[in-house]
């Protein structure tokens, strides 16, 4: 099974740290094959960048996708999940979706930690139709860059703020929701009382299982390759994949 | 790992179905050990069966969990699910939570076809907090029993089912609701227009990604064991599960 | 108009005082008839404890409500409501939903004062559609054991947990939400902005309601009896009751 | 126990149909005093008269509450309602605010039959945050004079569209919802397979209930009154009722 | 264009506030036609006053509508407004309504601050569908009267009030909820980290729009004009407009 | 007042068709200015095609938003909405939010017809947070580049359609839902018994509207400019505007 874990922030560290956390939890037979995004945000933290990024989300995809059985997004937006499961042919999984879809089997309702803007992760988690689940988001002050260069100061951080979600919103469940977070819940479990997650783990998971399943692609709805469509300006590979080459 | 497929019908065929099935998918290494029910309904289909079902679902688990690292259970009202979760310290996973969630990787919305009632099935959905993902629910006439005396026949009515649901209510992935329907996506897949799923597959490619998860039994909260409980006239195992012991 | 008074806890104790409770608001003409589960905890306060009681109020009300003309569950959880009103020929009430239905008449949101977790209320409240209406929940440290102890002390508790309800989330009712809370209203009612309402009082108007209201029984939809349905193991009067005797 | 039946409707016709039905269904003790709007349409059928209405309501409750232990409002848009509840010390119970939480103790869901505009009504149900439990709602092509007028014919269509909504939506309770309806229940209850109420007979019992309730008047909220209000050119009454007088 | 500003409170110098307001901010060629309210409360502040209000409003209107291009309700519970629009044949704005819908172009919440009682605002919302976009709502300590008396305090308490909302709601806009806060927000907007927005200018400038886009009277639904309609003892021109005349 | 029209549709036509229906209801003193995206879709009805645009978009707004003094997204799908309301100073306003929100205030429901997906347009109700005011979606059968070969036919199919939509879901108001149906209400409003209106209309007004507001930007929240971001690979004018330039 080859799984593409798809970074569309351009800082290849980034990439790596996603793809040393998916080898981790892959299965054997399992191989894990990293890109990272060609234009855009080194990390990506606002809407505009997200914007942008899922143009290079795509474009990284038309490229690197074909030969790939399954496809893991490694970016806590998501960015492109939908477009990119209309136009590949393979099941695409988000890591953020990967990790409250997991949290779903774990307590009836769960609290996500991230570095960014609440409302957007909201919105996220509405898109996804999970807004009952939600107990409550924390953002703590740190970026990413922080999480490699300083981790135990990070990790102290994400854990205060998911022992804070669970005691004061009743979080049944920690979410982790960022890639610079991946692989983080084995060192902080013991200080939270409730299961911790994050979306690579998950979403390799995921990931495994949707090929086993061997479910077809959707021929119809929101959801099928909508076929034949002239483009301008694009990079070949993309605009060869939106013809439905 | 072993993976316990719990089936609180008193029926040891649909066990067998499931257990055959939950086989077939999972991956090299996962033992699939499968339980029946001691006492209810042969087949569960009304809420009093249902609500019976728990107590023997529990009492299953009081005595076959022990030695598992994780229990799938084969029946399509994921009969005591939260109840098992609570007192279990090993994962545990309903079947038709299971399909669902799968189903929000592959579509936007999912239908539901069932052999029983949809308004039960509504309740379930919104218990998992997925209604938002519900495109709507299709009960065909038909039995489980006739879905192992006449399998072919049984086929065409759910087929039939769920290309209705996906033309009428633009549902993006077909959800095979019922335990007799373990292992039919395969032969229906090409006379539906959406992905098809069905639940046995989808658990057991679940059970195996929470355990790679290693996530933590929660400590706090409504899953959280309750701790040392008295109890009257119950089986001893189940007594001593409610114990905490 | 007789009244059966169903309490799965196995405890008299409780059966008793909710008794006491329902005599005392009952009309002229409204004979109470209390009954005391069989087998399961003391005092449900888990999930899977309610659970085992489903099974147990089954169990009671086959051998108790013929001969009842209503029957009213003595038990906060409202264990085995709908799947008692699926197999019964007369009309069934909830404590605790009565209490909320009757809070929606004096005040446009309500909040619930429990021993228990506020997660499996919250879930409760969401099967009965009224998430809309509830301003929140306060759990108090004491058991119902206490409340028969030492009655003085928890009431206190439970008025201040009522009265910050009302401070902290404009609740404009006050739900008392525990079997052992029954009769309470009337003491502490001045320590309390808002009207204070208990579900053995507001259960037992509401069967009267009911009884006068003379509606027939469902004879379609997720509440007719399924109709002859085998089963295995159970209790003689259940196995009855289930095959539609 | 002395019950205002409150009709803001000009057509006394209305208001003795209303008291007739309460009297059928009342305690022996409970006195039925029926008045009747002195401004206004003849019949209630559009927001701008609902609105007119709420004004004559209040008026007419301003005269005849005092005496009264509780009030029910006998219309079918319960035009007024949070208002009088408000201003008044006593409860105030609407007719299809009555006939909706009555139907939760039937059914999961209900379904309303109407002389009027759905959109009104269903405005009405989410005010009560029963839109959750709606399943439906049919507009007969009659007028509540046609009840009177012609009572068979208007049965016929009324259990006709019953039994459709219980057949096309899955509503396990019929509700009629106009003041014209009441006491029809019991003349059309074989011809619909799910309960059949109407707002005056379950308002009634609503109304004894709360009366026995003695729960305290709201002292804060959106409820409690609003204390010492003048006013400019309102009935002497009514001006006394806003000065808290 | 000729467009109406009515206020229903019975405070002549509330109108004149609102009207210097709206014509702070209308286009050239907007001519602001003030009415005041003839009878109700001096300041609506309660569901009683405000039912009341919905009388005066329409009798206002069926007086003063006719001849107008556009009616702006200058009263912050949208007093009438569906009613209004209903007989009406011109269109026909409420001043919270717009501020709350001009609230939605410019962040993806809104927080309101207002002088009355939060559930009623909140009515009023979920009555509009907003309620997915209502950050919360904060009452300040002071009454409209006092914006008059001392406009310079009651800025500050809602410049703090609109402040501690964006602080702990995350609301990306303030509303002033109150037609005594008509231009307001151009004094305290440096005080407030989000736009400010009040009901009158937002409400003027809908009104304009409307006036331009020319889009005819609904002939169906709920908001048609219902057609001659019979009523008793109502002032002439408000009789007249129920006629449909 | 310079109003720049951004279509991101790289078909000038489309833009050509918006900035006149733009002029014919722009206010005098208003200057309409038109530009087309640079690279992606010639017409975009895909969720890849989207996401692309969103980029172009944001590319095109960098270079010509400098100097407008408000924007309107003349693309059905609101294409990088809500990014570009992050990163610009002056408001932005999306067709198909426009027209939503203005016909709120004409009906208390409304119904879409688009060109495309009913799924896609669901989502961004959802996302404006007005699911609760959607009667309906209805796709048509025909191409926008239909709509110019063919005026008449298309003028058809859309007012069959909206037809349908009123009669069928009760919707109050008709949005058109597609650049193409620029200018199309006045031509259909004959043949549909509600209001119907279009998203450069309903815009043009709002973008005025919010103009006269001078509502301040936003310094917190999700719609700040997120300030100082570093970027690889964007055109020169995007890259400055993300740096805060």
Partial sequence: M???V???NTTPQVTELCARAARAVASPGTEILPVTGRFGAEIINSRAENAIAAHAMLEMLAEHAPGADVVLLAVSYDTGLLAAREVLSVPVVGMTEASMLSACLLGTSFGLVTFGTPTVYRELVALYGLTDRLAGIRSIVASPKDAYADPATVDAKVADAAAALVEETGAEVAVLCGAAMAGMPARIADRVPVPVIDGIAAGVGLCEMLVKLKAAKAKVGSLAHPGMRP????????SALLKGG
Same sequence: chains 1, 2, 3, 4, 5, 6.
């Fill in 2 to 4: 080859r799984l593409l």
């Fill in 231 to 238: 483009t301008v300006g694009l990079a070949a590979p993309l």
């Fill in 6 to 8: 798809a970074n569309p």
